[in-house]
């Protein structure tokens, strides 16, 4: 500071005249050193004040938009964990009454919707947190590298968009890192083909073609566009990855049929329980009537009452979509007698 400055310089000089030689040698090489400051210890003090209160509001105002997107997640999460919570347990309750009480099932709702919503907060804080503190470095390193700062700034927007995949793979949820490689290529083509059909959207509707029906056709030549990229991009990586190595092409393969295996799954189970409920339908409608068809054709028999024997018959070929082709003793009669080929 330049207010402390001939303090520091008179003792070195005197400490230069000292009968010690190192410690003569030493002042001399700090008093060569040695310059005065433009700012004073008071202005240093206020201008480093200055910069712990920009620091200290940049990093509140990191964790309170971190905080807010996390607890936006959240809240988004609880929704769909509730909606999809509640239509499972009332199917389930339709489907299978008398298994659990009311009291049970809202026990098992509030369990399961707890637990995922806990694993799920857990994830989203520690991912928006993380992707805050990037941002917070990537500032750190423009105010330094001024002529990259563009650069930097570029490649803080692309791993702002592909964060989420980076983060899953740094935890873990994604194995390998072509799968990686994969969903981050598919994000950005995406982005990028999106970018494409609004700046297209836009020309078609400078040439004059109405803006519904130019919307229209830009998001169907994306939509069109997206498919075919996703994939070249799993084909080109699958075959990058089986040209170097065969393990890791089958582990890829592997990884690929599990998702599949995953979406399915789901709809398989539903439809199984679904044709369980329809089975189960049919076969109690089944059995009451061929109890009640059995019945009667008993007591008809034991009767000897021919018209109710009859009646009895053909509700039974009417269970099985035919019919007996008389109902008096007369139309069989004329049947018998008759050259046509008597069919049962």
Same mark, same amino acid.
């Given at each position: ?56 509001? &940049? +990093?509140?105002? %990191? ?11 959240? @809240?988004?999460?609880? /929704? =769909? !964990? ?107 083509? &995406? +982005?990028?083909? %999106? ?11 400078? @040439?004059?073609?109405? /803006? =519904? !029906? ?131």
């Amino acid at each position: 500071p330049a207010d402390d400055y001939e303090h520091h310089k008179a003792e070195l000089e005197r400490m230069a005249c000292s009968q010690n030689e190192e410690l003569a040698a030493r002042a001399k090489a700090a008093l060569a050193k040695l310059r005065k400051s433009s700012l004073t210890r008071d202005q240093i003090k206020t201008q480093q004040a200055a910069y712990t209160h920009v620091a200290m509001q &940049t +990093v509140k105002d %990191g964790v309170c938009r971190a905080g807010e997107r996390s607890m936006q997640g959240i @809240l988004a999460e609880a /929704g =769909m !964990l509730v909606i999809g919570g509640a239509v499972w347990e009332l199917r389930d309750a339709a489907t299978n009454p008398s298994e659990l009480t009311i009291w049970q099932r809202l026990e098992r709702f509030l369990g399961i919707f707890w637990k995922k919503l806990t694993a799920s907060a857990v994830v989203r804080v520690g991912k928006e947190f993380a992707l805050e503190a990037l941002h917070l470095l990537f500032g750190v390193l423009r105010n330094i590298f001024k002529s990259a700062g563009a650069l930097l700034s570029t490649l803080a927007q692309g791993i702002s968009t592909v964060w989420e995949s980076i983060y899953d793979y740094l935890t873990g949820k994604i194995e390998s890192f072509s799968q990686l490689v994969t969903v981050i290529l598919k994000t950005l083509t &995406t +982005v990028g083909i %999106g970018t494409l059909a609004f700046t297209l959207e836009q020309q078609l509707t400078a @040439l004059g073609i109405p /803006g =519904m !029906l130019s919307g229209l056709m830009a998001a169907a030549l994306a939509g069109v566009a997206v498919v075919f990229a996703n994939r070249s991009i799993d084909a080109t990586i699958f075959t990058l990855t089986n040209l170097f190595s065969c393990t890791e092409a089958s582990r890829l393969r592997r990884e690929q049929i599990e998702a599949v295996c995953r979406e399915a799954l789901p709809r398989l189970r539903t439809q199984r329980r679904a044709l369980e409920a329809s089975l189960q339908k049919y076969y109690a409608e089944r059995t009451r009537l061929f109890r009640s068809n059995f019945t009667d054709l008993r007591e008809a028999l034991a009767s000897r009452d021919s018209m109710r024997t009859c009646m009895a018959l053909e509700s039974l070929n009417q269970a099985f979509g035919c019919t007996l082709g008389w109902k008096t003793d007369k139309e069989f009669d004329d049947m018998m007698e008759s050259e046509d080929p008597f069919i049962l």
